[in-house]
């Protein structure tokens, strides 16, 4: 864990670095500044090479608030104070704590742990956020292979997939260019693996991808058609379930296509 002190009063200085020491011996002081001009001037120099900052307010040449006005800092703060009336102003910034002097060990444990049970959290998360990714990845289906007579060729999914559609348990890809290929995946199945962002699912049968839209014109009873840029046997309706979602993606929003592609 590496420090930063900012604090004027050596004696201050001096109590909180063996606090800090009680509370983790591999804890390492990498800074110990004393006004608002040093720390700034620091701090525009190591942005990142720290963990925590205990910074007292009152300093001999201002509020270390001012320093949160002249360089960017995005690790957690603790206040070290004798002043309560900054309380409020302490925690818009990145404040987890703010201790009144005179300070005991306790209140700063207090705030080390606030610091380890945030650093675990937003680890998860991150890693979370890490994983949806990945699963995002391995879902956008980039070819699929297709077969016509003893050759087997692959097609691209973002460039030349038209759409798929079912004839009961028959699934067919259809490409631009209006080239039909049996395939061996369920309309379930193709939900699970295309991209959201180019393909939705209509309805049923069909699933198109936005390359493929040449228009879309209101129908009855409140549902859309689809007009391709390929030829199709049957009008291709989105379904009334589906259109307000339709709508949205159509327009760019892709959050709304989790519960379709």
């Known amino acids: 864990m590496d420090v930063v002190i900012i604090e004027d009063e050596v004696l201050a200085t001096d109590k909180l670095e063996r606090y800090l020491l009680k509370y983790n011996s591999k804890a390492k002081i990498v800074a110990k500044l004393t006004s608002v001009e040093e720390a700034i001037n620091w701090f525009t120099i190591n942005s990142i090479h720290y963990d925590i900052i205990f910074m007292d307010i009152q300093l001999t040449d201002g509020l270390s608030l001012e320093i949160f006005n002249n360089v960017t800092i995005k690790k957690p703060v603790v206040f070290v104070t004798a002043y309560d009336e900054f309380a409020i102003d302490a925690f818009k910034v990145n404040s987890i704590d703010y201790i009144l002097k005179p300070i005991h060990f306790t209140d700063v444990s207090t705030a080390l742990n606030k610091l380890k049970n945030m650093t675990y959290f937003y680890s998860i998360n991150e890693s979370i956020t890490s994983l949806k990714r990945e699963v995002e990845k391995r879902k956008n289906k980039e070819r699929f292979m297709v077969k016509l007579g003893n050759y087997i060729h692959t097609v691209n999914s973002e460039t030349d997939i038209a759409l798929f559609y079912a004839e009961g348990r028959t699934v067919y890809l259809v490409t631009n260019e209006n080239k039909k290929y049996i395939i ?12 959201s962002k180019t393909f939705f699912r209509v309805n049923r049968t069909f699933i198109v991808s936005i390359n493929t839209i040449a228009n879309v014109i209101v129908y009855s009873n409140s549902r859309l058609k689809i007009n391709c840029k390929v030829k199709t046997d049957v009008a291709i ?25």
């Open 184 to 195: 061996d995946f369920t309309i379930k199945d193709l939900v699970k693996v295309l991209n």
């Open 237 to 261: 309706i989105v379904s009334r379930d589906n259109v307000g979602d339709f709508k949205k993606w159509f327009e760019g929003d892709f959050d709304v296509t989790n519960k379709q592609i």
